[in-house]
């Protein structure tokens, strides 16, 4: 890769956002019979994304992450409000906004029958200033499959050549889709190596994810998008601490006390948002979520007691992103 901008050049890009997008809405016409329906994928959507910082947009399928990532990319033209990329508006951009800014396609995109090495070298020679080709290939491990064709690859081998080609142009915003899924754990350490390098950088990099472990590690910011708008954003402590949340109580119950969960004290099972508290149980455990204290650690233990029985597990830890995550956007399966 070339070095790091420097001060100077920092100076004149970290002034703005890398990406601005305002009240966006993205309406498709779908044909149904003789006539058509409208699908809002978009519906007034609003974030920011900085350079030299990982922005992380997180919804469940169909929240409309991919629409709003191809309007900011100019290759959807936005219903309704605003993108500003780069200080421009992507949709009517020309060929010099799309060299500052790298794309990583899914594996559709890619040309099954190119070889790797082939097809990089001829996505950075499209470039006026490409990044090291010969060292991106090194640093990602492309180098021992160089020859053989891109349908041949396995997705976590073509997710790599992915991910070389959107940084071929040494771009200063980069939109990277699952970057980390289907990587084995070698492959994910590498690539997460890159990203806290593009960000030293001074590289703005947005990405979509569901592997929210990955996100929670990754993100600077964190913008969780349902229903084609955006429910929650901040940086991942803010999320975390948000409601005030002494965290979760995870309590794994045995097959008799999973019978016996029904007729537990209303104080337990009764417990909802307006208490402060959450109990829910799902499968096979029960999870107490909200502001707490030991007293109902001790009402939970006293309930255990009367059933005779021990736990299968039981743990308190402090509330990750995913249970923010499923806090906002729910657990219902769309
Ligand atoms: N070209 C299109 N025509 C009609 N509907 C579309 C089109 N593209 C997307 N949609 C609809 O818009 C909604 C949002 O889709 P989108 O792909 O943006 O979601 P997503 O958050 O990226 O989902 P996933 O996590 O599954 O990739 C969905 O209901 C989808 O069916």
């Known amino acids: 890769m070339t070095p790091p901008p420097s001060p100077q050049d920092s100076a004149t890009t970290n002034t703005a956002a890398a990406l601005e997008v305002c009240n966006l809405q993205m309406e498709f016409k779908v044909a149904a019979?003789?006539?058509?329906?409208?699908?809002?994928?978009?519906?007034?959507l609003s974030f920011q994304a900085a350079h030299g910082q990982v922005t992380a947009l997180?919804?469940?399928?169909?929240?409309?992450?991919t629409t709003t990532l191809e309007c900011a990319q100019g290759l959807l033209k936005p219903t309704g409000g605003s993108v500003r990329l780069l200080g421009e508006n992507p949709w009517n951009a020309g060929p010099a906004l799309r060299a500052r800014a790298?794309?990583?396609?899914?594996?559709?995109?890619?040309?099954?029958?190119?070889?790797?090495?082939?097809?990089?070298?001829h996505i950075s020679s499209m470039y006026r200033r490409p990044a090291d080709m010969q060292e991106l290939m090194?640093?990602?491990?492309?180098?021992?499959?160089?020859?053989t064709p891109l349908r041949r690859l396995s997705g976590g081998q073509k997710q790599r050549v992915a991910l070389a080609a959107a940084l071929a142009g040494d771009?200063?915003?980069?939109?990277?889709?699952?970057?980390?899924?289907g990587l084995d754990p070698q492959s994910r350490a590498v690539v997460f190596d890159l990203i806290a390098q593009l960000k030293q950088r001074g590289t703005a990099v947005v990405l979509t994810t569901h592997l929210l472990d990955d996100a929670q590690r990754l993100a600077d910011h964190v913008v969780i998008v349902?229903?084609?708008?955006?429910?929650?954003?901040?940086?991942?402590?803010?999320?975390?601490?948000?409601d005030d949340t002494t965290g979760v109580l995870r309590v794994g119950l045995t097959a008799r006390q999973r019978d016996l969960w029904e007729e537990a004290p209303p104080s337990l099972t009764g417990a909802g948002?307006?208490?402060?508290?959450?109990?829910?149980?799902?499968?096979?455990?029960?999870?107490?979520?909200?502001?707490?204290?030991?007293?109902?650690?001790e009402e939970i233990t006293t309930w255990l007691a009367t059933t005779g029985e021990?736990?299968?597990?039981?743990?308190?830890?402090p509330r990750t992103l995913e249970d923010v995550f499923l806090a906002v956007a729910g657990r219902e399966i769309r």
Do not use: W
């Open 58 to 65: 997180l919804g469940p399928n169909g929240a409309g992450k």
């Open 171 to 181: 771009p200063e915003v980069v939109f990277l889709d699952e970057p980390s899924a």
């Open 102 to 121: 790298g794309v990583m396609l899914q594996d559709g995109g890619l040309p099954q029958s190119a070889r790797p090495g082939e097809f990089l070298k």
């Open 273 to 297: 948002p307006e208490s402060g508290v959450q109990v829910e149980m799902h499968q096979e455990e029960v999870t107490v979520t909200g502001t707490f204290g030991p007293q109902l650690l």
């Open 33 to 44: 019979g003789r006539g058509h329906h409208s699908v809002k994928a978009v519906n007034g």
């Open 226 to 242: 349902d229903r084609g708008t955006v429910r929650r954003s901040g940086t991942v402590a803010e999320l975390i601490a948000g």
């Open 138 to 147: 090194d640093t990602l491990g492309i180098n021992s499959y160089l020859k």
């Open 310 to 317: 021990l736990p299968t597990s039981m743990t308190l830890q």
